[in-house]
């Protein structure tokens, strides 16, 4: 610190950094990084432009948008069933849930019940969709702290969670999956293959993946107490899911405002203690094991019945009813060119995505398209409080809690 | 105490009175009313330090725009979440197109430091007091506030696209 008799005469550099809002240190000189918006370590689009003191992170400012494509604003034109496809470009490693999330608020303005096998079916595909989140952000968080054979092993059985999908929908990425009212079709034998062999290899991989990485002590030195945050600062910023578990907040939609049968099934919830990136990779590590578990239970109890509701003002009647039924022919053309008007109406509706509380906030008016669709996104919310986290630490430590925090570009900037 | 919406609105309109708190209905079991600009903050603060309440949680917050409604075009909804009793809660303050001026809730809940520059984004809404006021999503060199609904989306009756250029 310049001492004070000095400040009355300063030197050019030192009204530059007073103007700046620099420390007039006069051996510190600080250097501006720019981390990003292609940085290979960031996985994804982010930019933050860092102010660096030698190794250590003195403040950071990010800029986010990169890849907003203003669903909102296309979602007030397009009559309600060609919505899905815009939410699972929103969490792209998880779209399944973004779907069914979509799907249940409108069955909630609509007031549609949906028969129990469907929604058996839904809550196999959303923690499918969860292991397969928590299996990216888990081993890219190996691979950003120098471990980079677990990825491409569980990566592996992420190709198998796509081969299901694909056998239910059809798509592997973003895979607007289901309907309005269900699903688009039954689960085939083979997807029910797909689903017994995927509950019978997968403990093996993921206790192997565990024992590589948990007790390991380089990992353990490298995460803990790595970008942590107090479980009174992560309320204060909107943390959902995952990273607020791990501060030691034990709150899961699923739980508090069960939806589409949760309540029917055994499991638990995992809470850290620090809000650390070990406690957070420790956290998804047992969700995972935990959406084993309820996947196992749905599996084994998949109730008799039907997929969908009987709703045939927005599902889509069978094909070949269509040729043969007029009624189905009509309703047809109706869905498909987006003539149905759903009732007029407000409603929220959340579900436990990813990385935490994803939620829907719809008002329609009485029309065809919704007059209003706002998505909570739980990775625009929580990723302000990035610069917080990281301030104070060292280069290396941003990436690893950036990947910790699985801050996924497409549901940060919709 | 458990919560229910009707001991709640009765407790908000015995602290604010009848003129600030108004049209309180549920549309999905979560119940909304409306309120003013100048209440809004002291509600909030009171929702979060009320023992009883313990109404934390700032679930998320945006704009809302009603053209026809003239004179309360802009709307401004909060959606906040007792964790504790698991009970929800809506907050709605409406303002005039021409007067598009809201306080800043950043000093309650530091989560809001991103929504309201959202809302800026996208509707126009000034948040005073707010620390960075600066678009978020879109570029800075934008003109208007594309979710206003005067914008609409690319108009599908436009005759100057011919539709061979763009190959449909």
């Known amino acids: ?414 | 105490m458990e919560l229910t919406n009707e001991n709640v609105l009765g407790k908000i309109i015995s602290e604010f009175g009848e003129e600030n708190i108004r049209d309180a209905y549920s549309p999905d079991g979560i119940m909304t009313f409306t309120t003013n600009r100048e209440t809004i903050i002291q509600l909030i603060k009171y929702l979060h330090d009320d023992e009883e309440l313990q109404i934390r949680f700032l679930t998320t917050m945006c704009g809302i725009h009603f053209p026809d409604q003239k004179g309360s075009e802009l709307c401004m909804m909060y959606q906040l979440h007792s964790l504790r009793h698991n009970y929800r809660l809506r907050i709605k303050v409406f303002m005039p197109a021409s007067d598009p001026i809201m306080p800043t809730l950043t000093q309650v809940y530091a989560t809001s430091n991103w929504m309201e520059r959202e809302t800026f984004d996208f509707y126009g809404i000034k948040f005073t007091g707010h620390p960075n006021l600066t678009r978020i999503l879109n570029i800075e060199e934008m003109e208007y506030h594309p979710m206003l609904k005067q914008y609409p989306l690319e108009d599908q009756t436009r005759e100057d696209k011919i539709d061979t250029y763009f190959g449909r």
């Open chain 1, 1 to 414: 610190m310049a001492t004070e008799h000095k400040t009355a005469e300063l030197t050019e550099l030192e009204q530059f950094r007073k103007d700046h809002g620099l420390a007039l240190h006069e051996e510190q000189q600080l250097t501006t990084l720019n981390l990003g918006p292609t940085h290979p370590a960031t996985h994804g689009i982010f930019q933050n432009i860092l102010q660096m003191d030698g190794e250590k992170i003195v403040d950071a400012v990010p800029t986010i948008g990169y890849i907003h494509r203003a669903f909102e604003k296309i979602a007030e034109r397009r009559p309600f069933y060609q919505i899905t496809p815009l939410t699972d470009r929103m969490n792209y490693c998880s779209s399944p849930i973004n779907n069914m999330g979509y799907h249940m608020t409108v069955e909630k303005l609509l007031g549609i019940t949906i028969p129990k096998r469907a929604q058996y079916i839904r809550v196999i595909m959303m923690e499918l969709a969860r292991i397969s989140d928590h299996l990216i952000c888990n081993s890219i968080l190996g691979v950003d702290s120098g471990a980079f054979t677990g990825f491409l092993y569980v990566m592996q059985e992420r190709e198998h969670i796509y081969d299901i999908y694909e056998e239910v929908c059809g798509a592997r990425l973003t895979t607007n999956m289901g309907r309005i009212g269900g699903m688009e079709r039954d689960l085939s034998p083979k997807a029910l293959h797909l689903i017994g062999e995927f509950l019978k290899r997968f403990p093996k991989v993921w206790a192997e993946f565990e024992k590589m990485l948990t007790r390991n002590r380089i990992f353990i030195d490298r995460t803990t107490d790595v970008g942590a945050i107090s479980a009174e600062r992560a309320l204060n910023y909107g943390f959902t899911g995952p990273n607020l578990r791990a501060t030691g907040v034990d709150y899961d939609v699923r739980v508090m405002n069960p939806y589409s049968s949760y309540e029917d099934f055994e499991f638990e919830i995992p809470v850290g203690s620090k809000g650390d990136t070990y406690d957070r990779f420790l956290v998804r590590n047992e969700e995972v094991w935990q959406s084993l578990k309820i996947i196992e239970q749905a599996y084994k109890n998949l109730p008799e019945g039907s997929y969908h509701a009987d709703a045939p003002h927005y599902y889509l009647p069978p094909k070949q009813e269509v040729y043969t039924n007029m009624e189905a022919l009509i309703y047809h053309f109706k869905i498909v060119m987006g003539e149905t008007d759903a009732p007029k109406g407000e409603v929220y509706h959340s579900v436990e995505g990813g990385n935490g509380e994803l939620g829907f906030y719809l008002i329609s008016d009485g029309g065809r398209t919704p007059y209003r669709l706002h998505f909570r996104r739980p990775c625009f919310i929580y990723y302000q409080a990035y610069t917080e986290m990281i301030k104070g630490g060292q280069l290396a430590d941003a990436i690893l809690t950036l990947s910790s925090l699985n801050v996924i570009a497409g549901e940060l900037d919709a």
